[in-house]
């Protein structure tokens, strides 16, 4: 079996992705040094997997612990989950952000390099593009100034990537620019373990919907859009993992030197109030909600243009709007328990 280093392996991306791997054959080894996820997620994918799953507990900024990690294990490629990711939270810590961020992919590649390991995933984000000039959006589109110290760190990020590449590194990279995953694995061993309050909206509904918060507030119900709230596309978690699979299989029939980026979204856009009574459909129960201010930084609206990654990952979204939310709501009921 191949093994796959999964860095943030314990995270919420990180941890689907983990069962997807072994769905397709591959050995998922994690890294995470446990600073925004929890190790009960290993029991959760012990129970899905029906064995346990390899993992280190420590920093990707640590070299050495890097190091050893890739001395320890027989690595063809690695898919870069961890980093920090609350745009809220950079902008008030962005130094932390900076240095988490870049610092860990520089580390990465630089023992990637040394160990010899070529295929990477790295975890973008169509925060890239900002508020597009045209909709839906296209990996062509050119990126905007980021609005966060976060954003900023995914576009240096590309940019490091891009650069690897380009000094003639034998490097074989995917980056993947998700939309707003959702959901949760259908089993609900595992999901979106947001610690503290959420700042997606998904943890924020099914929170409230489960009584843990009084309401949720809509920030601004005056946007250029339908029903006036904010549009994203809406991306199940399993499918997004899926997303990742695809990519490291399409890495290994490239040449060296090789870079390529994907929209990974569902194509379609659903507006914030879509979103509210989908949910209230699939609970069964009235959500409490209220429509506050505009928050900023917020952008109207932004879905993707799938084309490229359906055409060369061949890959397409199994599941729609109503099942991720379904799946989400599964995961929040069975944390009550
Ligand atoms: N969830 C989203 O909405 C979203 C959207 C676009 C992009 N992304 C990106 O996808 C990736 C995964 O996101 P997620 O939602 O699963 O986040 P997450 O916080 O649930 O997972 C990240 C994991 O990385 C770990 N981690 C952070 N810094 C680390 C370090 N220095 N060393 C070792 N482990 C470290 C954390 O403990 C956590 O388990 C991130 O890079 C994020 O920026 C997420």
């Keep these: 079996m191949q093994q796959i280093l999964i860095t943030g392996g314990a995270g919420y991306i ?7 791997l072994v769905n397709a054959g591959y050995e998922p080894i994690i890294v995470d040094n446990f600073s925004n ?26 070299r050495k612990f890097m190091q050893a ?22 902008t008030k810590i962005p130094l932390t952000y900076y240095s988490n961020n870049i610092n860990s992919l520089i580390i990465l590649l630089e023992t990637m390099k040394q160990f010899g390991v070529k295929d990477i995933v790295f975890s973008s984000s169509c925060t890239v593009y900002g508020q597009p000039d045209k909709l839906p959006v296209k990996e062509t589109t050119p990126r905007k100034d980021a609005e966060s110290p976060y954003g900023n760190t995914k576009k240096i990020c590309e940019d490091i990537l891009t650069d690897h590449v380009k000094s003639g590194a034998p490097a074989r990279v995917v980056a993947l620019r998700y939309f707003n995953p ?28 489960a009584g ?16 006036g709230t904010c549009i994203r596309d809406y991306i199940h978690v399993m499918d997004l ?17 090789f870079i390529d980026l994907f929209n990974v979204g569902t194509g379609n856009g659903n507006t ?23 928050r900023s930084g ?40």
């Excluded at 990180?14 to 997807?20: D, L, N, Q």
């Excluded at 997620?41 to 390899?54: D, S």
């Excluded at 320890?72 to 609350?86: M, R, T, Y």
């Excluded at 993992?241 to 040449?255: E, F």
């Design 37 to 62: 996820s929890n190790k009960e997620v290993l029991n959760g994918l012990e129970k899905i997997l029906g064995a346990p799953v390899k993992y280190h507990e420590g920093d990707c900024n640590d």
């Design 212 to 227: 843990i918060r009084e309401k949720i507030t809509v920030f601004g119900d005056d946007y250029n859009t339908p029903d």
């Design 14 to 20: 990180g941890s689907h992705t983990a069962v997807a």
């Design 241 to 257: 993992a899926d997303a990742h699979v695809k990519s490291i299989q399409y890495l290994a029939d490239q040449p060296e030197n």
């Design 182 to 209: 959702i959901g949760a694995h259908p089993s609900s061993l595992i999901g979106e373990l947001p610690l503290g309050v959420p700042a997606n909206l998904i943890p924020f509904v099914t929170q409230t919907g």
């Design 272 to 294: 914030v109030m879509e979103v509210i009574k989908a949910f209230e459909k699939v609970s069964e129960k009235p959500l409490n909600y209220e429509i506050g201010p505009r």
């Design 298 to 337: 917020d952008i109207e609206k932004v879905w993707a243009n799938t084309d490229k990654v359906s055409k060369v990952l061949g890959w397409t979204p199994q599941f729609g709007l109503e099942e991720a939310l379904r799946d989400a709501w599964n995961w929040q009921l069975s944390l009550k328990k």
């Design 69 to 90: 990690v890739f001395e320890e294990n027989d690595l063809q490629g690695v898919i870069h989950f961890a980093a920090s990711k609350a745009v809220g939270e950079s």
